[in-house]
């Protein structure tokens, strides 16, 4: 069962100047989307999965269910109308473990993504609900056997390159 996938942060429309950084509500909706599309996904792979897979998408669902619930009370103090959940979201086409386990890892990425959004917030608070967002999905998608990105939140096509600094000085040091 597939449906439109959840907007991605890239996505979104801002509604505050690039120079202000992404609008609280908006960062904060795109952030529940994910939310909302995780507890979804992690509810199907928990009941295809066995074992420690099972385990780890039931602890992974209820870590984004209390997610998706502090963000609704971010929308609220803000007078903002929480996004609601879509009818259904895309899944993966089988129930092999490894498919699985991918689709774990996208979910994570899409809550990294949508985090790193919020991160950009000038709300210190928002700014540390987002650090901890995405330090928490980062460490979910390792546990499901994805790597540490360089630049965790950025879509692949679109992280920043490093500098040639960063590169070395060709001295061969």
Same mark, same amino acid.
């Given at each position: 069962?597939?449906?439109?996938?959840?907007?991605?942060?890239?996505?979104?429309?801002?509604?505050?100047?690039?120079?202000?950084?992404?609008?609280?509500?908006?960062?904060?909706?795109?952030?529940?989307?994910?939310?909302?599309?995780?507890?979804?996904?992690?509810?199907?792979?928990?009941?295809?999965?066995?074992?420690?897979?099972?385990?780890?998408?039931?602890?992974?669902?209820?870590?984004?269910?209390?997610?998706?619930?502090?963000?609704?009370?971010?929308?609220?103090?803000?007078?903002?109308?929480?996004?609601?959940?879509?009818?259904?979201? &895309? *899944?993966? =086409?089988?129930?092999?473990?490894?498919?699985?386990?991918?689709? #774990? @890892? /996208? %979910? $994570?990425?899409?809550?990294?993504?949508?985090?790193?959004?919020?991160?950009?917030?000038?709300?210190? &608070? *928002?700014? =540390?609900?987002?650090?901890?967002?995405?330090?928490?999905?980062? #460490? @979910? /998608? %390792? $546990?499901?056997?994805?790597?540490?990105?360089?630049?965790?939140?950025?879509?692949?096509?679109?992280? &920043?390159?490093?500098?040639?600094?960063?590169?070395?000085?060709?001295?061969?040091?």
């Amino acid at each position: 069962m597939t449906a439109t996938p959840p907007r991605s942060p890239a996505e979104a429309s801002p509604s505050a100047s690039s120079d202000e950084g992404p609008d609280e509500v908006s960062a904060l909706q795109d952030a529940l989307r994910a939310a909302h599309a995780a507890v979804y996904g992690y509810t199907y792979i928990g009941a295809r999965s066995k074992g420690d897979d099972r385990d780890r998408a039931g602890r992974f669902m209820d870590a984004h269910r209390a997610q998706r619930d502090g963000l609704r009370e971010e929308l609220v103090a803000r007078k903002a109308r929480p996004a609601p959940t879509e009818a259904a979201y &895309p *899944l993966p =086409e089988s129930d092999d473990p490894d498919e699985l386990r991918r689709h #774990a @890892r /996208s %979910l $994570e990425e899409t809550a990294a993504q949508s985090a790193l959004q919020l991160a950009g917030v000038p709300t210190g &608070p *928002l700014r =540390e609900l987002a650090a901890g967002a995405l330090q928490a999905a980062v #460490a @979910r /998608s %390792l $546990e499901w056997g994805g790597g540490l990105p360089a630049f965790p939140g950025y879509a692949k096509d679109a992280a &920043p390159s490093p500098s040639p600094a960063a590169e070395g000085d060709g001295s061969g040091d």
